[in-house]
C-alpha cells in the first residue's frame, strides 16, 4: 500500500530535549516536506526537500533541522524544543515532477506536546 | 494580507442543500489551484484540482477566476460524509504550496 508514515503520532516533552519524528514513504518520491498545522494558522510549511542531499528552508522554519539522506526518509529534528513548537506535524511527499506532481501525500500526523 | 485566504465557517447546512465557499489568493503568478479535505484530526486528502475552464467532479464543482484571483467550490446534494474542512491550496512553481486556513462545513441530518 503506497503510503506516508510518521512516528511517534503523539509525543509529550519537555523544553530543550532533543527529538526527532520520522518520516518515511514508499512511493519513490523525489518530493518531502514537513509541515505544521496550528488553530487559525493554517499549514505552514517548515522545510521541503526535492531529492536525495537537497533541502530547502519553507515559511516557518526556525528551530528545526532536516536531513535526507535517503529518498524515502525524511526525518524532523527539533534541537532544543520549546513550548511555542507545539502543533500538529505532518510530513508530505510526492512527485518532482511531471503530470501528476501536485497531489501531495500526507502521512497520519504527529501531536507533539513540549511543556 | 495573507497569500491565501478563506472564510473559515463554520457553515452548518441541511443535507441535500447546496453549499458554495470560495477562496482569495494574492500573488497573480499562482499557476495551480487545488482544494483540499481535511476529516477532524486527520491528514489532509486532495479533493479536485481546479482548471481555468472550470471542472467537475460528480456533485463537486471547482471554479477559477484568475481576473479577480478567487477559486470556489460548490457542493450539490450535500452529504453527511461531506462533513470537514476544506482547503485552499495554490502553488507558485513546483516546491511550494501555500494552504488556506479551511473552510468548516458541517452537513446537518
Known amino acids: 500500500e503506497a503510503q506516508v508514515t510518521q512516528n511517534p503520532r503523539y509525543l509529550i516533552t519537555v523544553t530543550g530535549k532533543k527529538l526527532t519524528v520520522t518520516c518515511s514513504q514508499n512511493?519513490?518520491?523525489?518530493?518531502m516536506s514537513w509541515y505544521r498545522q496550528d488553530p487559525g494558522l493554517g499549514l505552514r510549511q517548515i522545510y521541503y526537500s526535492m531529492n536525495v542531499e537537497v533541502t530547502d528552508k519553507g515559511d516557518v522554519p526556525e528551530g528545526y533541522k532536516v536531513s535526507r539522506k535517503e529518498k524515502r526518509n525524511f526525518p524532523l529534528i527539533l534541537e532544543s524544543p520549546s513550548p511555542n513548537q507545539t502543533s500538529l506535524y505532518f510530513c508530505?511527499?510526492?512527485?518532482?515532477?511531471?503530470?501528476?506532481?501536485?497531489?501531495?501525500?500526507f502521512g497520519p500526523g504527529t501531536r507533539l506536546t513540549v511543556t | 494580507r495573507k497569500e491565501v485566504e478563506q472564510d473559515p465557517g463554520p457553515f452548518n447546512v441541511p443535507e441535500g442543500a447546496t453549499v458554495a465557499f470560495n477562496c482569495t489568493y494574492s500573488?497573480?503568478?499562482?499557476?495551480?489551484f487545488f482544494w483540499y479535505r481535511q476529516d477532524c484530526r486527520k491528514e489532509p486528502k486532495l479533493l479536485m484540482s481546479?482548471?481555468?475552464s472550470g471542472n467537475e467532479d460528480g456533485r463537486f464543482t471547482a471554479q477559477l477566476n484568475r481576473a479577480s484571483q478567487y477559486i470556489s467550490l460548490l457542493i450539490r446534494d450535500s452529504k453527511l460524509s461531506d462533513s470537514a474542512t476544506y482547503l485552499c491550496v495554490v502553488t507558485f512553481g513546483n516546491e511550494k504550496l501555500t494552504f488556506g486556513t479551511g473552510t468548516r462545513l458541517t452537513i446537518i441530518p
Open positions: 500573488n497573480s503568478a499562482s499557476q495551480s
Open positions: 508530505a511527499s510526492k512527485e518532482a515532477s511531471g503530470f501528476s506532481s501536485y497531489e501531495q501525500y
Open positions: 512511493m519513490n518520491h523525489e518530493y
Open positions: 481546479v482548471y481555468s
